[in-house]
């Protein structure tokens, strides 16, 4: 196979395309041949050295893609040579080919192609556990999206939305801001000026729910909220959260949730009703396809370059060769 790799942590000029051995197929495995690979911030802070990686140099990034299946392991039921699967959460998906556990691959509907799945899975399921697992939003609710222009955070904003939550967006930049508000958020703010004032100012108080990808910004977030309110963390895009005093949380009655995917993927059963779930949301329109970019995966690192110019308002996917 061909893959995507890298010896050291670096720059995108550390990424080289290299001939490898294909992976073996073990039981309750199926093998791709990839079609398209999501590539993520979390693909960066891997490349980095800031994320901890499975395996030995040379490494290979991606967590998520999609291609068809070319070899069964023994105890596998239910998939086919030739079926379409996706996935979100295995690792080394920047090759010509991936082996899959059966328990995470998601068999694609006829309407799902491999790019678009490259471009949902990941940031669709994120958002979905987000609006329905770590905060139920309701009707009435008011909700503050942090980098509401991004993968996660537009998706966050329409599922808020058509659930009749008020949606505030917090973006940085004029141009995000407005992408933020074409998505459906009701003010859409930057990070310039004091922010949290402008948020308690239009819900009266503070927000009902915060989701809070950035870290830096998390005492932000709590005093963005209302009491009785709730802050989702899920990231760390600006950096190392501050230590949080537990004290002000039981003064205020406010909580704080931590979220991650992996532990909502947590079976086969979960990843395919949530993948269902996904899929019908963007067929009836509550959630809508993002922008894509592609680049062949030999150029994967013009992607990179791509993705951490912070100018990506949609998702960038890297295509294998055929």
Known sequence: MDALVFDRFGGPEVLEMRRLPDPAVPPGHVQLAMKAVGLNFADIYRRQGNYVLAGTPPHIAGYEGSGEVVAIGEGVGGIRVGDRIGFADVPFANATRVTVPVDHAIPLPDDIGHVQAAAILLQGLTAQYLAQDSHAIRPGDTVLVHAAAGGVGQILVQFAKTRGATVIALTSTAAKAAFAAAKGADHSLTYDGDWVATVRGLTGGGVTVAYDSIGTTLADSLAATRSRGTVVAYGM??????????????????????????????????????????????RSGEVAWPEIETFPLANGADAHRRLQSRGVMGKVVLIPAA
């Open 237 to 282: 895009a600006g950096g190392n959260p501050p230590p949080i005093d537990p004290r002000p949380l039981m003064e205020q009655t406010k909580t704080l949730v931590g979220g991650d995917l992996w532990d909502h993927l947590d079976s086969r059963d979960s990843r395919l009703q949530r993948s269902a779930a996904l899929f019908a949301a963007l």
